[in-house]
């Protein structure tokens, strides 16, 4: 079996390698040698790679910079999806893609399933929804992974932010009335590759969209405090401990981009279907947070 993965270099894709090395012969590609924005480029390396399966872990992910940079985060999020799978459909490979709980707008009190129906109150979430759609439309065996709050020792999150602000100063406000939950990059690759197994094995099982991300729900502000007491915990120098974050309200903290008030998602079809587990948000932060507290990416 050949993999083409894209994004090598992001939170997911980096944990990617690892994770596909032992099913197949991976072509990784990051930035510097395959702009997704340039869809000849992108046709011409799936032809050449000529791949059985495309993840694709590349997006456009800065969400309040997507607000003045339209263009980008559409030929990225939304017309790149829809190149890799008219390219797949043509080889008749099969596409796994992900996506964010940021197609829904956050307004309904229960958890988010599959057949909701989503309504990005953002242009990342926007342009992310309409990658769905195209990629759906473009290539019959394909699986989109909706997630949400991803974190990984390397690459940009949340939780490192909030580690860089408790080291520089004795206090700062999180908002505490949005709700999500923070899925590890390693986590999502793991479920891959056991997902990518079953593909390989069984021919019943079906192609379509599911929701991924860590057991339970939290704040950002909770999660603020959480990370904060982990690296106390492990006797680092803050000047902010857990209670030195504040919380807000959303309209406290203004910010280009609106973002869902609970986007959370109901990830029983994704567990059901293919007799996984998706372990707490907890677990999966402090795991996180182990490898960079031990590391120098502290
Ligand atoms: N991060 C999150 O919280 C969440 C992410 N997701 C989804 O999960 C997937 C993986 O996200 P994650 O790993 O966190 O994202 P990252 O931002 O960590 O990684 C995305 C990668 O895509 C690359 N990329 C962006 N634009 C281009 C381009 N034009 N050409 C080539 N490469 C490009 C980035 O390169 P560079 O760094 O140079 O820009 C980066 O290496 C994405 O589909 C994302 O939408 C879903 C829910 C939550
Ligand atoms: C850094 C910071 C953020 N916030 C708020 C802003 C925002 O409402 C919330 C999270 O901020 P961030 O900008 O770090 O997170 P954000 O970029 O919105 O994260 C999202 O990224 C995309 C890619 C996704 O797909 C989503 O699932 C989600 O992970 O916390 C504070 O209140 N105080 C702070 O000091
Ligand atoms: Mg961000």
Same mark, same amino acid.
């Given at each position: 079996m050949k993999i083409l993965l894209t994004g090598k270099d992001g939170q997911v894709g980096f944990e990617l390698q690892r994770a596909l090395a032992p099913l197949a012969s991976v072509t990784a590609v990051g930035r510097a040698s395959c702009?997704?924005?340039n869809e000849a480029a992108l046709r011409a390396l799936v032809r050449a790679v000529r791949p059985d399966v495309i993840v694709n872990a590349?997006? %456009?992910?800065?969400v309040d910079k997507a607000e003045s940079d339209q263009a980008e985060a559409f030929a990225v999020n939304t017309a790149a999806p829809r190149v890799l799978g008219e390219e797949a459909a043509r080889a008749g490979a099969l596409v796994l893609h992900f996506s964010t709980? %940021?197609?829904?707008?956050?307004?309904?009190e229960r958890p988010y399933t599959e057949r909701d129906m989503p309504d990005p109150c953002n242009v990342y979430g926007l342009s992310k929804y309409q990658g769905e759609l195209a990629l759906r439309d473009a290539c019959a065996r394909h699986l989109v992974l909706r997630t949400s709050w991803v974190l990984g020792a390397h690459g940009r999150n949340f939780a490192r932010t909030v580690l860089r602000l408790g080291r520089e100063r004795d206090a700062f406000g999180v908002v505490a009335d949005q709700h999500g939950a923070p899925t590890p990059a390693a986590l999502l690759a793991d479920l891959c590759a056991h997902l990518l197994r079953q593909y390989g094995q069984r021919q019943d099982l079906p192609f379509g969209t599911y929701h991924v991300a860590a057991g339970g729900t939290t704040t950002w502000y909770d999660y603020a405090r959480f990370v904060l007491g982990q690296a106390r915990a492990s006797g680092k120098p803050l000047k902010?401990?857990?209670?030195g974050v504040r919380a807000l309200d959303t309209q406290a903290y203004p910010t280009p981009a609106k973002r869902p008030r609970s986007s959370r998602l109901d990830t029983a079809l994704f567990c059901t279907t293919f007799g996984l587990r998706l372990p707490p948000w907890e677990e999966g932060v402090q795991h996180v947070l182990q490898q960079i507290l031990e590391s120098d990416l502290w």
């Open positions: 702009d997704l924005a590349a997006a %456009y992910t800065a709980d %940021y197609v829904f707008s956050g307004e309904q902010a401990g857990p209670d």
